[in-house]
């Protein structure tokens, strides 16, 4: 049974962005336009030339913010909270996902590449504000991001997170490849599942998931 396979698990962490609430809500839509719209007026480009580093900067660094700091020393502050200056009408609460978190044993996290100020506003329009033991955002990292190890190890001894006995849920498939070189148990929560060594489970409904863990 698959609850046999997390049985050793105390430390659950959890991603945040089309993690903890469905892709369909399309929050990233909101946060990629802005950002956008900052790489147009911090570097000077025009609307192309900004969303073609804004993707580059991705995926050459793990996130925008990233790109934009090692190339160009720019300040994340300001960035991170304009990013995140988004609608969250979207997103419904969901109270059978919060039960089904707060039964698991342990300690849970949320660790996020965006802010924790981000992260609590999506968690309180979600219904999970209050359920999870601490919040991560990138600021924890020194605002290095996921995948970078350096990132899971700075938040994961903070937290005290013991990676043996933890288990990470992602959207992002290679947000995984770490906490499963670390020992952790890796989940990737998306609508289509991707095949590789590092990704142990797949699933597209969290709760549902969750669900077969407690039973």
Not at 29 to 58: C, F, S
Not at 98 to 116: C, D, E, K, W
Request: no cysteine; charged share 20%.
């Amino acid at each position: 049974m698959i609850a046999q396979q997390f049985s050793h698990v105390r430390h659950w962490v959890f991603d945040l962005d089309n993690t903890l609430y469905p892709p369909e809500a399309r929050l990233f839509d909101q946060i990629e336009l802005k950002m956008t719209d900052w790489v147009m007026h911090t570097l000077g480009v025009d609307k192309p030339e900004a969303n073609r580093l804004r993707q580059h900067y991705w995926q050459l660094y793990g996130t925008t913010l990233a790109g934009l700091m090692a190339e160009h020393d720019m300040p994340p502050d300001g960035y991170l909270h304009a990013v995140h200056d988004i609608s969250f009408d979207a997103l419904i609460p969901d109270p059978h996902l919060a039960a089904q978190i707060r039964a698991l044993p342990g300690r849970r996290i949320v660790y996020t590449n965006g802010s924790a100020p981000y992260a609590e506003k999506v968690l309180a329009a979600r219904g999970l504000a209050g359920v999870f033991d601490a919040i991560y955002g990138v600021e924890h990292a020194g605002f290095r991001p996921k995948p970078d190890r350096a990132a899971f190890e700075a938040v994961f001894a903070q937290d005290g997170v013991d990676p043996p006995r933890a288990a990470m849920f992602e959207d992002d498939p290679r947000n995984l490849a770490v906490p499963h070189a670390l020992g952790m148990r890796t989940v990737h929560v998306a609508p289509a599942p991707v095949t590789a060594p590092h990704i142990q489970h797949h699933t597209a409904d969290l709760s549902g998931f969750l669900s077969q863990l407690l039973a």
